[in-house]
């Protein structure tokens, strides 16, 4: 991990609970590139990549069903942002090098305690190594207690006690931020309180004149320019806004109070503050790749209504992708 590096990886990007693939939604996909192929793409093993290759995201494999974690390769740092069942995947990948022998280290900040962003943590093989040290971060005043309560031996088997890893739990509410890395080249990581049920709390990310905000779990009723200014304030000429877009414009009306948003929001919100890209996260799980995909057709075509000459990029989040904030 290089400090030259500012990556942001997608772990898991659905909402709620986590929703695998399952057989018809495969169907699907074999019967869109069926539809898609020619004669001519399935001559030989060369054509025959190139097609697959060619093919519509979606149609090749999958956003992901595994919810919520982002991870941040930050100046020669790890940071993790929520601990949803995208944190095993992170866990397995990070014992193929340094956590493997006990001589990692690693940050979580958790937006919020509710099932689908914690359901991850007892599974993250680090914990279980001896020499690790891994540092949970929460702005709320109870937040060990929380992630104890999770490994009650009612509800699993091991408890968050017997991790062999050095572990801290850091509550955060009576600070302003926290800073890695030397006074000249700092990572600073500051947060708000959202609108969502319970408190969830987004977190932006600053180093060497880049920006990351994590905006999960929070809801946007008072749409007034008084009421969101502490929010365009906060996501603020941001290089990357993950943004909580469960819902359609419809469905967020409909589910007003359970604490999520949508796509249009988004764009609405990422414009006034000047966004440059603009990550649709916290994904519906009962929507298919295809239905996420024509959410976001629909989402562009509003960005080019209201947007004039805005550069803003829309995309969906999917697992596993990788954004290197210092390139380019």
């Known amino acids: 991990m290089s400090a030259e590096q500012f990556l942001v990886t997608f772990r898991g990007v659905r909402g709620s609970l986590p929703s695998p693939l399952l057989s018809h939604d495969i169907e699907a996909k074999i019967a869109k590139v069926l539809e898609m192929a020619k004669p001519e793409d399935l001559k030989d093993e060369s054509a025959r990549q190139k097609f697959i290759e ?4 979606p149609v090749r494999g999958c956003y992901g069903g595994n919810s919520a974690c982002v991870q941040l390769e930050v100046g020669g740092k790890n940071l993790v942002f929520d601990c949803g069942t995208g944190l095993r995947m992170l866990g397995l990948d990070l014992m193929e090098g340094e956590f493997a022998k006990g001589q990692g280290e690693i940050h979580i900040f958790l937006s919020h305690t509710h099932w689908d962003h914690i359901m991850g943590l007892p599974f993250f093989l680090p914990l279980f190594t001896k020499g690790n040290r891994i540092i949970f971060y929460g702005a709320h005043t109870d937040i060990k207690e929380r992630l104890m309560r999770q490994q009650d031996p009612r509800y699993f ?10 572990v801290e739990v850091r509550t955060i509410d009576d600070q302003k931020s926290v800073v890695f890395g030397d006074e000249s080249d700092p990572i600073t990581v500051t947060w708000k309180e959202m609108d969502h049920p319970g408190k969830s709390f ?54 007003e109070d359970w604490g ?7 764009v609405d ?11 649709f996260f916290h994904h519906e799980p009962t929507y298919s790749d295809f239905k996420l995909l024509n959410v ?9 209504a209201i947007g004039g ?3 803003l990029h829309c995309f969906l989040a999917r697992e596993s992708a990788t954004r290197d904030l210092l390139a380019g």
């Open 54 to 57: 060619s093919l519509p995201e």
């Open 157 to 166: 088997p091991v408890s968050f006690n017997s991790f062999t890893a050095d």
């Open 202 to 255: 987004s977190y932006r990310v600053e180093y060497r004149g880049r920006s990351v905000v994590y905006a999960t779990d929070a809801e946007y009723k008072k749409l007034s320019p008084e009421d969101l200014k502490p929010t365009i304030d906060f996501f603020k000429d941001a290089d990357l806004l993950i943004f909580d877009s469960q819902y359609t414009f419809i469905e967020g009306v409909e589910k």
């Open 260 to 266: 999520h948003s949508s796509t249009f929001i988004g």
């Open 269 to 279: 919100i990422a414009l006034e503050a000047g966004v440059r890209n603009l990550a």
């Open 296 to 304: 976001l057709e629909q989402t562009r075509k509003y960005l080019t």
């Open 309 to 311: 000459d805005s550069k």
